[in-house]
Antibody, heavy 117, light 110 residues
Framework: QVQLVESGGGVVQPGGSLRLSCAAS????????MHWVRQAPGKGLEWVTF????????YYADSVKGRFTISRDNSKNMLYLQMNSLRVEDTAVYYC??????????WGPGTVVTVSS | QSALTQPPSVSGSPGQSVTISCTGT?????????VSWYQQPPGTAPKLMIY???HRPSGVPDRFSGSKSGDTASLTISGLQAEDEADYYC??????????FGTGTKVTVL
């Protein structure tokens, strides 16, 4: 079945870095654009970044631009999020999601990132 | 990019209908038919319920319907059921090539 599974979350100090991964299965990964979406504790959903199916273009929310980088490896069915210069306000559950007609049609269970000293 | 505006909460009795509004601007909701809706029960990942304003993915009950007028989109749940109790979020593509979510609405079944 179609599935996304995130990993790489954890606890990191402010200013630190973390790399999240998202393993895709059950569909042709290279067909589709992919997103990262986050949700701070008790808060709503926030779109973070998007990458086109072939990796040719990336888009970022202003809140993470210049600090986060999205990438993908279609040969390994993997999506990544490199997060640098992390801030306390980046604490959230991070979801990867598959794009369908500019909607988010498949979601992973999420991975928790906590930025704290 | 500011979040789309949704009412914090709506409620209804079983069998009734509820409608959730999602107000944006001419740069997002009003600009494209790329509005989608998500259901998120507590402690779970969101689930796509509507895409491109009014289209339902396979498996989503036809009790869920979407519409749009100008800068405001709406999700209507007809024949409300206890299992519909959850948080609901709208989302839109924007003319900056980015995406924006709504503030979220908690649906309570009385």
């Amino acid at each position: 079945q179609v599935q996304l599974v995130e990993s790489g979350g954890g606890v990191v100090q402010p200013g630190g870095s973390l790399r999240l991964s998202c393993a895709a299965s059950g569909f042709i990964f290279g067909c589709c654009g992919m997103h990262w979406v986050r949700q701070a504790p008790g808060k709503g959903l926030e779109w973070v970044t998007f990458i086109r199916n072939d990796g040719s273009n990336e888009y970022y929310a202003d809140s993470v631009k210049g600090r986060f980088t999205i990438s993908r490896d279609n040969s390994k069915n993997m999506l990544y999020l490199q997060m640098n210069s992390l801030r306390v306000e980046d604490t959230a559950v991070y979801y990867c999601a598959k794009s369908l007609f500019d909607a988010f049609d498949i979601w992973g269970p999420g991975t928790v990132v906590t930025v704290s000293s | 990019q500011s979040a789309l505006t949704q009412p914090p909460s709506v409620s209804g009795s079983p069998g009734q209908s509820v409608t959730i509004s999602c107000t944006g601007t001419s740069s997002d909701v009003g600009a494209y038919n790329r509005v989608s809706w998500y259901q998120q029960p507590p402690g779970t990942a969101p689930k796509l319920m509507i895409y491109e304003v009014r289209h339902r993915p396979s498996g989503v009950p036809d009790r869920f319907s979407g519409s749009k007028s100008g800068d405001t989109a709406s999700l209507t749940i007809s024949g409300l059921q206890a299992e519909d109790e959850a948080d609901y979020y709208c989302s839109s593509y924007t003319n900056s090539g980015t995406y924006v979510f709504g503030t979220g609405t908690k649906v309570t079944v009385l």
